[in-house]
């Protein structure tokens, strides 16, 4: 254990404890306290904040997430954030409501229940809870995954609700496998049923805000069907008022996948649209797929549709540049900071 500090966050006011071997993020879930944030390793830019007064030190992070300039000006990152005085820190982006509302972050032992394709490269990765455990968690968050025989840790998004996670003890995932990935790479033949994997979380901040009574715009690319998953099946279990569109890209026809399930959580959403865009092809068999789509990437589709997006809330979740893009767009059509949620799925800064 370091020396402790105080660290008092603007415009908020609100104070908490930090010790000089803790970031200031992990201080904060400690505390039970929301910061925003998304991959936790100086990758996404989620964290951003401004350091108003005190002394600090950044463990590395990618100059993607927070350019020289932004620092030199005295932005920081605070999952990489370690203080060394007090701190007075202004907060960019910020959720009062959620603030004070954290889940505390918990590990939990759980074990594989089921590896189940869903397309050529992505997986239905089904977790156990062992007896005895509750992971409690929201809808659209995310938790750390690790088999208690080895330091890789990496991030991946509940598609399920809490609701479920109560009521069976299991837990889904989707994921994207890479040939040679620490984790993803061994969904193929290494990890069976059975095998123990420890869950720690829950993270991220791309949960419904209960205050909100705007329409719902989710946008997600492949493996990033998880978190709307999620949201989805919540909103479904809650049959909210909300109007609800979701906008999904892939590649091809043959990368679509829970489309029966998409459509019949549609219909116990009162206002809810589907719209799968495919970007490698011009052509797709709607009739025989139960859905209808567009053509192109899926951010110029939502472009295309999406006239007015400024009384919206709106999930972005997938691969960093399809989020950036995602982002650049939303605010090219004034959606405020505030209410644009995502989860950039960016790779682990280290190999384990
Ligand atoms: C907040 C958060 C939530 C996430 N949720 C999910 C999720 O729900 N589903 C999911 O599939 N993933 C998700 N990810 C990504 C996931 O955590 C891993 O980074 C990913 O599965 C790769 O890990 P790996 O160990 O298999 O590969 P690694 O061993 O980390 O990487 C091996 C190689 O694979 C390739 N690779 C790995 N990741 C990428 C990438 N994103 N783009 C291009 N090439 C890549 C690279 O060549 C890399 O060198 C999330 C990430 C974050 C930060
Ligand atoms: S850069 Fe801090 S949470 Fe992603």
Same mark, same amino acid.
């Given at each position: ?36 944030? +998304?991959?936790?390793? +100086? ?28 620092? %030199? ?6 999952? #990489? ?14 959720? %009062? ?30 977790? #156990? ?37 109560? %009521? ?7 994921? #994207?496998?890479?040939? +040679? ?14 095998? %123990? ?6 993270? +991220? ?148």
């Amino acid at each position: 254990m370091g020396d402790k500090h105080r660290v008092h966050f603007e415009p908020v006011d609100l104070e908490m404890e930090v010790d000089e071997d803790e970031t200031v993020l992990d201080a904060a879930f400690r505390q039970g306290i929301a910061l925003m944030h +998304g991959c936790r390793e +100086g990758q996404c830019s989620a964290c951003k904040s401004f350091l108003l007064d005190g002394d600090v030190q950044m463990a590395r992070y990618s100059t993607f997430a927070l350019a020289d300039y932004e620092s %030199e000006e005295g932005y920081v990152l605070l999952c #990489k954030t370690h203080a060394y005085s007090d701190l007075e820190v202004e907060l960019i982006n910020y959720d %009062e409501d959620e603030l004070r509302n954290a889940v505390p972050i918990q590990t939990v032992r759980t074990s594989i229940a089921a590896i189940t394709p869903l397309t050529g490269d992505i997986v239905s990765l089904k977790l #156990k809870l062992a007896e005895g455990e509750r992971f409690v968690h929201k809808a659209g968050q995310y938790s750390e995954i690790r088999r208690p025989d080895s330091d890789v840790k990496r991030s991946f998004s509940m598609a399920t609700t809490p609701a479920s996670t109560d %009521e069976n003890g299991e837990i889904e995932f989707i994921i #994207k496998k890479y040939p +040679g990935g620490h984790f993803s790479g061994l969904l193929d033949s290494t990890l069976r049923p059975g095998d %123990e994997i420890d869950l720690t979380g829950p993270y +991220g901040s791309c949960t419904i805000r209960a205050s909100s009574d705007r329409r719902i715009v989710c946008i997600a690319g492949g493996a990033g069907m998880a978190p709307i998953l999620s949201l989805l099946r919540r909103l479904a279990e809650s049959g909210t008022e909300r109007p609800v569109v979701f906008y999904y890209g892939a590649r091809t026809a043959d990368d679509l996948f829970y489309l029966p399930e998409i459509i019949s959580l549609g219909l116990k959403i009162k206002d809810f649209r589907f719209v799968p865009a495919l970007s490698h092809v011009d052509h797709a068999e709607w009739g025989t797929l139960g859905v209808t789509g567009d053509f192109g990437l899926i951010t110029d589709v939502v472009d295309r549709q999406e006239p007015d997006l400024t009384e919206t809330d709106c999930y972005l979740c997938g691969p960093p540049p399809m989020v950036d893009a995602a982002i650049a767009l939303l605010e090219s059509k004034d959606v405020p900071n505030d209410r644009i949620y995502f989860d950039k799925f960016t790779t682990s800064v280290s190999e384990s």
